[in-house]
């Protein structure tokens, strides 16, 4: 469960410097949507620990 926060915080990570790096400014939706991908990602990463 541990791989699956930290892999679920560096996907947050990578989508926040993405699109900073696009908009050049912060905006509470684009961090919204990289909160929701980090934690999409990080389920995804349990399921395939549990599964596997």
Known sequence: MGEAI???AAVFA???I???SKE????K???L???L???AGAVGW???ELVF
């Open 33 to 35: 949507e990289s909160f």
């Open 14 to 16: 990578g989508w926040i």
């Open 24 to 27: 050049k400014k912060w905006r």
């Open 18 to 20: 993405l699109d900073y």
């Open 6 to 8: 930290i892999f679920g």
């Open 46 to 48: 349990l399921l395939l």
């Open 37 to 39: 991908a980090g934690a």
């Open 29 to 31: 939706v684009s961090i």
